[in-house]
């Protein structure tokens, strides 16, 4: 599987961005799903998933702000992100093949979308 992130870009605080994530291969649908992020000089840390089944998890730091969902005709699933504040810059980047909100658990990656969020 291969992916491939969008969507990221400078906002405001307060506004919204949508992140797109790509994925090769007709087995998409059978992907667990997730987004992370890593700000400059922090490890890597879980932001959303969403299963196969569409159950989805989120952070509790952007539960109620941002919302992860997956349209599996388009091989392609979205982090919609709400009422971002400066702590939400980062780079994102979206995995499939992993089955927690460990990022070690996870096979596939994308490169990564930056988001900046001004103050």
């Known amino acids: 599987v291969q992916l491939q992130a969008s969507g990221g870009g400078l906002v405001q605080a307060g506004g919204s961005l949508r992140l797109s994530c790509a994925a090769s291969?007709?087995?998409?649908?059978?992907?667990?799903m997730a987004w992370f992020r890593q700000a400059p000089g922090k490890e890597r840390e879980f932001v959303a998933a969403?299963?196969?089944?569409?159950?989805?998890y989120y952070a509790d730091s952007v539960k109620g702000r941002f919302t992860i969902s997956r349209d599996n005709a388009k091989n392609t699933v979205y982090l919609q992100m709400d009422s971002l504040k400066y702590e939400d810059t980062a780079v994102y980047y979206c995995?499939?093949?992993?089955?927690?909100?460990?990022?070690?658990?996870?096979?596939?990656w994308g490169q990564g979308t930056l988001v900046t969020v001004s103050s």
């Open positions: 291969g007709r087995t998409f649908n059978v992907y667990d």
């Open positions: 995995a499939a093949g992993g089955y927690s909100t460990t990022p070690a658990t996870y096979n596939y």
């Open positions: 969403i299963w196969w089944s569409g159950d989805r």
